[in-house]
């Protein structure tokens, strides 16, 4: 059984820095490209970032580029997002997803989500 | 960026009955289109993708429908469990991903 778990969401100050976490389990982590995306409060869902089964390619949405950095480690088959100067639009639900293949977008399992809030 | 626009906004129906919704993207996606379901509090659930195969599980009274800009999802009979928020994705063109806005089906 495939599970996503997200993890390390928080309140953080505007210009803060934080680190999500998502720990996969059920399937051979390697071998998928993985995805955030995240969903402010009563919005709807907005790509964030997405990273090759390898590691060695990543994607990133034009609002977040330079500010995140998605990554993983597929020995602990863990995924990543640090997140640095948040502003009070990054507050969202941020999910992971397992995607279909090794470069693909289709988003075939889905975490829980973790709430990141940035407010002072 | 490849632009999904979803419709309606909203679609209220009456339990047991179909549902329609819409999806139009700005330029051809082939079939490389997804729909998910999204209930309150909930993570998102993959329904449909290549457009029209349902994902493992889901029931057969979902279908989807479609290629190129046009797409639907049909709920052919409506249960109570299926009042939800529904979202089309193109991932056939991508960076970027582009998710529609949703289209939120309520009790009637």
């Known amino acids: 059984e495939v599970q996503l778990l997200e993890s390390g969401g928080d309140l953080v100050q505007p210009g803060g820095s934080l680190r999500l976490s998502c720990a996969a389990s059920g399937f051979t982590f390697s071998s998928y490209a993985m995805t955030w995306v995240r969903q402010a409060p009563g919005k709807g869902l907005e790509w964030v970032s997405t990273?090759?089964?390898?590691?060695?390619?990543?994607y990133y949405a034009d609002s977040v580029k330079g500010r995140f950095t998605i990554s993983r480690d597929n020995a602990k088959k863990m995924m990543y997002l640090q997140m640095n100067s948040l502003r009070g639009d990054d507050t969202a639900v941020f999910y992971c997803?397992?995607?279909?293949?090794?470069?693909?977008?289709?988003?075939?399992?889905w975490g829980q989500g973790s709430l990141v809030t940035v407010s002072s | 960026e490849i632009v999904m626009t979803q419709s309606p906004a909203t679609l209220s129906v009456y339990p047991g009955e179909r549902a329609t919704l819409s999806c139009r993207a700005s330029q051809s996606v082939t079939n490389n289109l997804a729909w998910y379901q999204q209930k309150p509090g909930r993570a998102p659930r993959l329904l449909i993708y290549s457009a029209s195969t349902r994902a493992p599980g889901i029931p057969g009274r979902f279908s989807g429908s479609g290629s190129g800009t046009d797409f639907t999802l049909t709920i052919s009979s409506l249960q109570s469990e299926d009042f939800a928020v529904y979202y089309c994705?193109?991932?056939?063109?991508?960076?970027?991903?582009?998710f529609g806005q949703g289209t939120k089906v309520e009790i009637k």
């Open positions: 990273i090759s089964g390898s590691g060695d390619s990543t």
């Open positions: 994705q193109q991932y056939n063109q991508w960076p970027p991903v582009t």
């Open positions: 997803a397992k995607a279909a293949g090794p470069n693909s977008c289709r988003l075939e399992y």
